[in-house]
């Protein structure tokens, strides 16, 4: 049965519950249950009296609180990423709840409308999965403009849990935080678990999971953060689908890259002929904002290629639109970056490619680390087919990312192009 109950219902429910528990811990600040609870009835009595959608820009906690006002306004939030003030006149959109802009990474941003039903459909489902429930704490350092950041609001008010939000990611302060609170699950991209890594921020005992997604996790990443005790827990998900769609569960068994484990209850997962994943289930939009995405049939083609194994786990390939055609040979840059990343000395490694009269993609790999140039030759060489080997080697400070710490896919490219110059 559908769940129609919206954020702010979840809210009443739970101050009436447990008024002087802790829901949100901001910026040096804690809110019970009540207070926030007051806190967001005064913020929405201040919102315009009508039902059109609310767009807006801010930090953390202002976003935050425009999420739970807006739903007890009975009004669709979308926030908006700091570098956008405005967004279009739109009509009523009655049942919608959230408007999420995609990150844009491989193409233009759409705007992805989600319900009530979509988004308690998909925290029901995460907290099954994840184990979430009440009196638990989520470091949220995700930004909140984007489908990570927001589904932890919805998780949390579900499980009757508690929430750290942070402003952005910062090593430092989510290392301070990570040992002054007891924090049972957190959610990173690889970048961030990587900085944490590199700053020597080890989990407390109370975590139980890291929540990894957003970018492919490699194995020397996965090795170096298990051995250092974390309970890394590589995912997979997308707005459309209101966060996540499978996550690896370390008790189901060996890790491999690109594994991101079982589908959450009531998501299909099937793999087109194409070798695209493609999904359906109660969680999923029912179209973009400007029409399209779901097929007749009610899937939706994600653009990412995939497997599944006879266990029914979820093995994510790479996009489908990143494919290099070297020499003749479909290549995609995740086996080549996978590969290197393996290499002593990589920190960060992507891969783009040029246009050549001769190979068609001349792939070009971008590396952040001191390692030597002509070491990853030798080891690219050593491990790779010919028409995966990278024919220029860059050495950058840092690679291109998106505001949702995923690879700028069209920067990449703008970066090798100016490789062979």
């Known amino acids: 049965m559908a769940d129609h109950r919206s954020l702010a219902h979840h809210l009443q429910q739970a101050a009436g519950r447990r008024p002087v528990a802790p829901i949100l811990y901001a910026g040096g600040q804690r809110w019970t249950y009540a207070e926030w609870l007051d806190d967001c009835r005064q913020f929405a009595s201040g919102l315009e009296d009508n039902w059109q959608p609310l767009a807006r820009s801010g930090d953390s906690l202002a976003l935050a609180r425009l999420t739970w006002a807006c739903s007890l306004a009975g009004r669709p939030f979308w926030p908006l990423a700091p570098e956008r003030q405005a967004a279009p006149n739109l009509p009523e959109l009655p049942g919608i709840a959230l408007i999420i802009s995609t990150s844009g990474s491989e193409g233009r941003p759409r705007a992805v409308p989600l319900g009530t039903v979509q988004l308690n459909a998909a925290a029901a ?42 402003d952005g990611f910062k090593a430092e302060a989510v290392g301070n935080d990570l040992q002054r609170h007891r924090v049972t699950h957190i959610s990173l991209v690889p970048a961030m678990l990587a900085a944490l890594l590199d700053h020597g921020v080890a989990p407390p005992a109370s975590l139980r999971v890291a929540l990894i997604g957003g970018a492919a996790l490699s194995r020397p990443l996965y090795e170096r953060a298990t051995v250092a005790g974390w309970k890394l827990w590589p995912s997979y998900g997308m707005s459309e689908s209101s966060a996540l769609v499978a996550a690896h569960d370390p008790a189901d068994g060996p890790w491999h890259e ?76 995740q086996e080549i970056e996978s590969c290197l990343a393996a290499c002593p000395g990589v920190r960060e490694i992507a891969v783009s490619a040029r246009p050549d009269p001769v190979w068609g993609d001349l792939i070009v790999a971008l590396v952040v680390g001191p390692a030597e140039l002509d070491a990853l030759q030798a080891h690219a060489r050593q491990h790779l087919p010919s028409a995966a080997l990278p024919r220029r080697l860059v050495r950058l400070d840092r690679l291109p990312r998106n505001a949702a710490s995923k690879f700028d896919r069209q920067m990449l490219r703008d970066l090798a192009a100016k490789a062979g110059a």
Not at 136 to 165: E, K, T, V
């Open 125 to 166: 489902a995460a907290n099954a999965r994840l184990g979430l429930t009440t009196g638990d704490l989520w470091l949220n350092c995700m930004p909140l403009f984007h489908i990570g950041g927001q589904s932890i609001l919805w998780r949390c008010a579900r499980a009757d849990a508690a929430m750290l939000l942070h």
């Open 258 to 333: 690109g594994l991101v484990g079982r589908p959450l209850a009531g998501t299909g997962v099937s793999i087109g002929d194409d070798g695209c994943i493609r999904l359906r289930g109660q969680q999923l939009m029912t179209g973009y904002l400007d029409g399209g995405g779901i097929e007749p049939d009610g899937w939706l083609r994600s653009g990412d290629l995939g497997r599944l194994d006879e266990a029914g786990r979820l093995t994510v390939l790479g996009r489908a639109d990143d494919m290099l055609i070297s020499g003749g040979h479909n290549v995609h840059p």
